[in-house]
């Protein structure tokens, strides 16, 4: 009889721990959770965010060559214009920052308008690329184009308004990164 008695005190003592344990983990997920809202909130004016596209405004996703760190920026272009630039340039205050050598202070503009987005580029010396091609002029983007600033700055604009899975792949292709560099390699190729 002492047995049971014994085992029942240790069951629960084993169920007291456990709950306490599931409290611990309850507190500590709260916790987490209120610190990504407050990085959120904190990351906001930069249109930077670390989840997956599930939006209604358009964006710039970030390419990378290593694959768990392609579509982990994510830039919003809200309504009107949106400048990229070089982090830290005393000149502008731009929405996008980058860093990089090949990154001038202004470098483009993105305008949003009209359920549209147009990018053009602004500085002669930096040049921007659309799907491998130098733009001198402003285009219209579409859904799944990919752009290259800076050259070391890869990414994939989503326009969910024009979001047409058929376009997300081209004979079987994914458009990342290794896609966006060889569109951009073969252009050069061909000159």
Known sequence: MQE??????????????????QRDWQLKLQLAEQRVREEAS??????????SVNS???NLVNLSEDPQLSDLSLYFLKEGETKV???GASQQQCDIQLSGALVSDYYCLLVHKDNQVVITPIDKEAPTFVNGEQIVDSMTLNHVDRVIIGGDHYFRFNHPADDDPSKR???????????AKAEIEKAQNDR
Do not use: M
């Not at 014994?6 to 084993?14: R, V």
């Not at 904190?42 to 989840?51: G, I």
């Open 42 to 51: 904190a990351l906001k004016h930069t249109r930077v965010t670390a989840t």
């Open 169 to 179: 792949k081209s004979s079987g292709i994914p458009k990342d990164f290794l896609f």
């Open 56 to 58: 209604k405004l358009s």
């Open 4 to 21: 049971i008695l014994d085992l029942l005190k240790a069951l629960k003592e084993k169920k007291l721990y456990f709950e306490n344990q």
């Open 85 to 87: 630039g070089r982090q």
